[in-house]
Nanobody
Framework: QVQLVESGGGLVQAGGSLRLSCAAS????????MGWFRQAPGKEHEFVAA????????YYADSVKGRFTISRDNAKNTAYLQMNNLKPEDTAVYYC????????????????WGQGTQVTVSS
């Protein structure tokens, strides 16, 4: 059974930080790039960041560059999203997903998704 489980969301004040984790079952993770998306109420899924299997290449949405950092620990089958200097517009449900193509910015590139974790940033 393929499983991705996000954790680490919560309520934080603007300017604060959160670290999201995405724990994957073994075969879900090995050899695949991973990505983070978010969805705010009434809006479409939005690409946030992606990282290749080796961890050597990372990709970010312009809206989070310089504030968010994606990483992974392949030994632990876990991906992370460090979010600093959070803004109210970052409020959304954050999802991790497994990429099957290199079109990281598009939701169609991902085949398995976690259930999401809520991030709320107060002003």
């Amino acid at each position: 059974q393929v499983q991705l489980v996000e954790s680490g969301g919560g309520l934080v004040q603007a300017g604060g930080s959160l670290r999201l984790s995405c724990a994957a079952s073994g075969r879900t993770f090995s050899g695949y790039a991973m990505g983070w998306f978010r969805q705010a109420p009434g809006k479409e899924h939005e690409f946030v960041a992606a990282i290749r299997w080796s961890g050597g290449s990372t990709y970010y949405a312009d809206s989070v560059k310089g504030r968010f950092t994606i990483s992974r620990d392949n030994a632990k089958n876990t991906a992370y999203l460090q979010m600093n200097n959070l803004k109210p517009e970052d409020t959304a449900v954050y999802y991790c997903a497994r990429a099957t193509t290199l079109e990281f910015k598009y939701a169609g590139a991902y085949d398995y998704w976690g259930q999401g974790t809520q991030v709320t940033v107060s002003s």
